[in-house]
């Protein structure tokens, strides 16, 4: 009595030190970085309370309930109830086992209860016990008993399977229990002993062990009989595996090794699951499958995030290192700020150390954000995380872990135990299938954006037809119309994680963006007008948004179908998707002209995204009336980042940014739907210079005054920019009509500038007259192309132009809107290569003058004789000089083959400028 005395007083003390010494740890807790996955305060599951002792409990396996309750056993059989006001009730103890694998969990009939498997060496045991009462049925095992149990329930019955050790050959177990009696159904040997849980398939018709020496079998869970297998991996297997929503299965060697077994190859008889090294070692913490579908492994006091595309494993981030040796199967969560957080317990020396890492699968990267250490205590297989819901939110949910001493620990967390194998057995009842047991439906969300500047539509906007698919039952719910961009009233796909998908494809669909009745354009715009189109947006499908921080569901990484139509699985929280939209924008055009009356145009332009890639086809033209001359623009664009829903650009804004172009066409972005006013003015007439597309050397260039009927006073200044390398030279010859008192007032011509006035008297058009037709002689210092995007304003430029129409009186502030049209028009056949006595005809005296300038390095005037090697945008028929490559002037036989292609080519101003009518 004495012994067992001294015995009971030590034990007592232990108890009252570890106890200290845990309350002083509270304090030890370390946020290492700022995160809100646990509470700033009160975390603690009871009531801030972070730990309960199981009287006597040791290396207990917890299963954690909804409300909070939470059931335990220790190693030595002794069963726990620990309720959410956090009393610690004793329910009864199994004689005669030893528990080394955390327990599970079912419902039948009513009753609940915890099955597990003993490890007594020879003597093993299957127990289910009714945690109503403690009572227990047990049936004995041949052997050692380390793979725990797989249990489901069907109907009146609950089906368990388990596994024992011999010494070459394992034994699988099927156990059927009706709530009175436990049997034993069948069995099944195998080629080497099951070390880690046995895996059932979702419909509940394949079983997958895993033996220690590395064959993989697939076994039908009716009769135990092999369907396929062994399949050898190499290496030794003591981690429990994983399976993900495709049914693929995650293993993982002690070397670190991990292997993926794809379902869907399993029949092929050449099949050889595929592997990569991802550890330096791994032992029997458990692999884990977050919602994103990103797998983890741990070993080596460390985590490392996989990825598997098409059947091939590769190291996606990390390997972090946590610390200490992590022998207990850590908890996956995802937080409310939809990142992933990984719970791991570890082991460093005789304590225990919890530490959340988080996870970013954008930037591939893990962040320690909280740790604790655990005194007096190391964790056990059997510490296994679980996680369930409060009872106080819905919304919150705890998790919950043990130590070696028979403490309890639980936290409240801000996040779900979500994803597709996010803790030991799958789910808190560890039943060790995916069991898709989900508190509420998620929803699919598709947001469409345009193309160019990648703005979302703000209403309903692009159309999909989707159907909801079982992928374990392999049925279509009916075909249902959606859209993206739905408003809160918009019926968007919803059902339940990871069991289900969203099957859809995308049509074209019409809509309004900006013609919105009631909306602020229309009222303030519009004035409210009744006449609104039908559509104004029209969208079909582009893509899938590659560079979205939302996942897409064809991104490499994913595995899910990239096109249209397209499978996405539910996942255990919102998921959110953007597709990129080819367009159709309707641009409604009112032109206002001279006088009351108004004509109204509509014109569609189209924008599709792999033109926008390209850089073409986003800029549209809008040209005016003719016959009339423009003289203000006002466009209303759509713009959904504008608190109005569109922008507008005013005249001065449009001239500013380059968006009128020289013949006072709009050059616009197809950026959105349009409404676009333009006033007139009568056209005075226009003033032209048809000029190179090319030159080097001496060239003519055109002058064309073209003047409407009531003209009385013209003038214009035509300046180049001589730095630049362009100087006027002289005029060449005047083509002025015989009008009246008509005459050139004033003719000045510089090395930048060539200025004429015309007037009279007595002078006014009476019809709609060509004044002038000027051919002046103009010197290019360096070659130049304007066959690219070059800007020929840079270079030459109409400085002013004036027309005056009599009975139209302008001030000077007012003479750029009266003013003609202006413009500057390259053409190719102005300057013919290997013309070099400009006489518009390549011949024979051209061909001797190159062979006296053969050899030659020329400069000055004689550049002209340069004309080759050309680029690629040269050619005969039709004729185009493209842009000169060489900077040596230097005359070979490169001038040679350009001059030999160009031989015989003729041309005369008349042929050039008949393409150039009169034009007001």
């Given at each position: 009595m004495t012994t067992q005395r001294s015995k009971k007083g030590v034990f007592l003390a232990s108890i009252f030190t570890l106890a200290l010494i845990l309350i002083l740890s509270a304090f030890l807790a370390t946020p290492t970085s700022s995160t809100s996955f646990i509470p700033e305060s009160g975390a603690g599951l009871w009531d801030g309370v972070e730990y309960k002792v199981l009287p006597g409990g040791r290396s207990p396996s917890i299963i954690g309930l909804p409300g909070g309750e939470m059931l335990a056993v220790s190693s030595d059989g002794k069963l726990f109830r620990i309720l959410r006001t956090g009393v610690v009730q004793t329910i009864g103890q199994v004689s005669g086992v030893s528990i080394v694998t955390p327990a599970s969990y079912f419902e039948l009939g009513g009753k609940k209860y915890i099955v597990y498997a003993s490890d007594n060496g020879t003597n093993s045991k299957l127990v289910v016990q009714d945690i109503s009462d403690g009572t227990?049925?047990?049936?004995?095992?041949?052997?050692?008993?380390?793979?725990?149990?797989?249990?489901?329930?069907?109907?009146?019955?609950?089906?368990?399977?388990?596994?024992?050790?011999?010494?070459?050959?394992?034994?699988?177990?099927?156990?059927?229990?009706?709530?009175?009696?436990?049997?034993?159904?069948?069995?099944?040997?195998?080629?080497?002993?099951?070390?880690?849980?046995?895996?059932?398939?979702?419909?509940?018709?394949?079983?997958?062990?895993?033996?220690?020496?590395?064959?993989?079998?697939?076994?039908?869970?009716?009769?135990?009989?092999?369907?396929?297998?062994?399949?050898?991996?190499?290496?030794?297997?003591?981690?429990?595996?994983?399976?993900?929503?495709?049914?693929?299965?995650?293993?993982?060697?002690?070397?670190?090794?991990?292997?993926?077994?794809?379902?869907?190859?399993?029949?092929?008889?050449?099949?050889?699951?595929?592997?990569?090294?991802?550890?330096?070692?791994?032992?029997?913490?458990?692999?884990?499958?977050?919602?994103?579908?990103?797998?983890?492994?741990?070993?080596?006091?460390?985590?490392?995030?996989?990825?598997?595309?098409?059947?091939?494993?590769?190291?996606?981030?990390?390997?972090?290192?946590?610390?200490?040796?992590?022998?207990?199967?850590?908890?996956?969560?995802?937080?409310?700020?939809?990142?992933?957080?990984?719970?791991?317990?570890?082991?460093?020396?005789?304590?225990?150390?919890?530490?959340?890492?988080?996870?970013?699968?954008?930037?591939?990267?893990?962040?320690?954000?909280?740790?604790?250490?655990?005194?007096?205590?190391?964790?056990?297989?059997?510490?296994?995380?679980t996680s369930s819901q409060t009872a106080e939110e819905t919304a919150m949910y705890y998790f919950a872990t043990s130590i070696s001493t028979g403490y309890v620990y639980a936290w409240k967390m801000n996040g779900k135990p979500v994803g597709d194998w996010p803790m030991y057995g799958q789910n808190r009842e560890r039943s060790n299938y995916l069991s898709f047991v989900a508190e509420e439906e998620t929803r699919i969300t598709i947001m469409a954006k345009e193309p160019l500047n990648g703005k979302f539509f703000k209403l309903p906007a692009l159309k999909f037809k989707g159907k909801i698919f079982d992928t374990v039952s392999a049925t279509y719910s009916?075909?249902?119309?959606?859209?993206?961009?739905?408003?809160?009233?918009?019926?968007?796909?919803?059902?339940?994680?990871?069991?289900?998908?969203?099957?859809?494809?995308?049509?074209?669909?019409?809509?309004?963006?900006?013609?919105?009745?009631?909306?602020?354009?229309?009222?303030?715009?519009?004035?409210?007008?009744?006449?609104?189109?039908?559509?104004?947006?029209?969208?079909?499908?582009?893509?899938?948004?590659?560079?979205?921080?939302?996942?897409?569901?064809?991104?490499?990484?994913?595995?899910?179908?990239?096109?249209?139509?397209?499978?996405?699985?539910?996942?255990?929280?919102?998921?959110r998707y953007d597709v990129i939209a080819n367009v159709k924008y309707l641009w409604r055009i009112l032109h206002q002209l001279p006088g009351s009356s108004s004509e109204q145009e509509d014109k569609i332009v189209s924008l599709t995204y792999e033109n926008v890639e390209k850089g073409k086809d986003f800029v549209e033209i809008v040209k005016p009336k003719s016959g009339y001359k423009p003289f203000d623009w006002t466009v209303y664009m759509w713009d959904p980042d504008d608190p109005k829903g569109y922008v507008v650009y005013d005249k001065d804004y449009l001239k500013a940014n380059g968006m009128i172009t020289e013949a006072l066409e709009l050059k616009l972005k197809k950026s959105g739907p349009a409404y676009i006013r333009i006033k007139y003015t009568t056209s005075s007439g226009s003033i032209r210079l048809i000029m190179p597309k090319y030159a080097y050397g001496r060239t003519y260039i055109y002058i064309l005054v073209d003047a409407a009927k009531g003209a009385n006073t013209i003038w214009f200044t035509l300046t180049t920019d001589t730095a630049k390398g362009i100087k006027f030279e002289k005029i060449v010859s005047e083509q002025i009509a015989n009008i009246g008192t008509m005459q050139v007032l004033e003719r000045t011509v510089d090395s930048g500038k060539i200025k004429y006035v015309f007037g009279g008297p007595l002078f006014e058009l009476t019809e709609d007259t060509r004044i002038a037709t000027i051919t002046a002689l103009a010197f290019f210092e360096r070659p130049i192309y304007f066959g690219t995007d070059v800007n020929k304003s840079d270079f030459i430029r109409f400085e002013e132009g004036f027309i005056q129409i009599k009975g139209v009186t302008a001030s000077p502030s007012e003479t750029e809107d009266l003013a003609p049209y202006r413009e500057i028009i390259p053409n190719s056949k102005v300057f013919l290569l290997g013309d070099f006595d400009n006489n518009g005809w390549v011949n024979l005296d051209d061909w001797n003058r190159l062979v006296e300038k053969y050899g030659t390095t020329v400069s000055g005037v004689d550049v002209i004789y340069n004309i080759g090697p050309r680029d690629k945008n040269f050619s005969v028929d039709p004729y185009d000089p493209g842009a000169l490559l060489d900077t040596a002037n230097k005359i070979d036989q490169w001038d040679v083959a350009v001059f030999a292609q160009m031989y015989g080519m003729k041309t005369t101003p008349e042929d050039i400028l008949k393409d150039y009518p009169f034009k007001k």
């Open positions: 227990y049925k047990e049936s004995s095992l041949e052997n050692s008993s380390w793979s725990g149990v797989t249990v489901y329930v069907n109907g009146g019955k609950a089906v368990i399977f388990t596994s024992s050790i011999g010494e070459r050959k394992g034994k699988v177990y099927r156990f059927e229990f009706d709530g009175t009696t436990l049997s034993q159904k069948s069995s099944q040997l195998i080629d080497g002993s099951a070390k880690v849980p046995l895996l059932l398939s979702p419909d509940k018709k394949e079983l997958y062990v895993l033996t220690q020496n590395g064959k993989f079998y697939v076994i039908d869970e009716s009769n135990l009989n092999v369907i396929k297998g062994p399949i050898e991996l190499s290496g030794e297997f003591i981690t429990p595996m994983a399976m993900d929503s495709q049914k693929n299965v995650y293993a993982i060697n002690s070397t670190g090794v991990m292997y993926v077994i794809e379902r869907s190859q399993i029949t092929d008889s050449s099949y050889v699951p595929k592997s990569a090294k991802v550890l330096p070692s791994a032992n029997v913490a458990g692999i884990l499958v977050d919602s994103y579908g990103i797998i983890y492994a741990f070993g080596a006091g460390s985590v490392v995030a996989v990825r598997q595309t098409g059947g091939s494993i590769s190291v996606y981030g990390g390997p972090f290192v946590v610390g200490g040796i992590i022998n207990s199967t850590p908890l996956a969560v995802l937080g409310r700020d939809y990142k992933t957080y990984l719970v791991i317990p570890s082991t460093v020396g005789a304590d225990g150390v919890l530490t959340v890492v988080s996870f970013d699968p954008e930037n591939k990267t893990f962040s320690k954000v909280w740790e604790k250490t655990l005194r007096g205590g190391a964790f056990t297989i059997t510490s296994a995380l009916p075909e249902t119309d959606y859209l993206t961009n739905p408003g809160k009233d918009d019926p968007v796909p919803k059902s339940y994680p990871a069991r289900y998908q969203l099957s859809l494809y995308f049509e074209p669909y019409g809509s309004r963006q900006l013609f919105v009745p009631g909306s602020k354009f229309v009222n303030d715009v519009l004035g409210g007008t009744p006449s609104l189109p039908e559509t104004d947006t029209t969208l079909s499908f582009a893509q899938w948004d590659v560079d979205s921080i939302y996942k897409y569901p064809g991104k490499k990484d994913d595995g899910r179908d990239a096109s249209n139509p397209a499978n996405i699985t539910f996942a255990y929280y919102d998921k």
